[in-house]
């Protein structure tokens, strides 16, 4: 599943009574604005170029990966945001597959790096560091 291709719908924002939960961009967009926001103004983006980057980067090459439930995929990355040379900021992001492993259910991020975080799975990558640098 490493590096496999995640697709982000547009999604929902509301639970279906008895069917489907909330999902992919809609969701997170309602739900992970604020959170994804707090990060990206210490580098002076929007909250959607941090979330895609993070998201794409956590997918293509996650710290920790595995299915912890019979109905999703974890994904977590650390990242490190920079502006100019400048360590401002350290966050650990988390993507959720749905059962097939392809569509994004959720992604959001978490403060830290320390820790195991989230994800009840595999440690797969131990070294590498991906930086956001704005190039300032």
């Known amino acids: 599943m490493v590096g496999s291709i995640g697709r982000l719908y547009c999604g929902r924002y509301d639970s279906v009574p008895g069917g489907e939960l909330t999902f992919g961009y809609r969701h997170i967009k309602q739900r992970h604005t604020r959170d994804f926001a707090l990060k990206s103004q210490w580098i002076s983006r929007n909250w959607r170029d941090l979330a895609g980057w993070t998201i794409n980067w956590t997918l293509r090459d996650p710290d920790v990966a595995g299915d912890p439930t019979p109905r999703r995929f974890c994904y977590q990355r650390k990242f490190y945001l920079y502006y100019g040379d400048t360590l401002v900021a350290k966050m650990r ?12 259910m959720t992604a959001f991020p978490g403060s830290g790096v320390g820790g195991k975080g989230k994800c009840k799975a595999e440690i797969i990558n131990r070294g590498g560091t991906v930086r956001y640098d704005t190039g300032r």
Do not use: A
């Open 93 to 104: 992001t988390y993507v959720y597959l749905g059962k097939t492993g392809m569509r994004i």
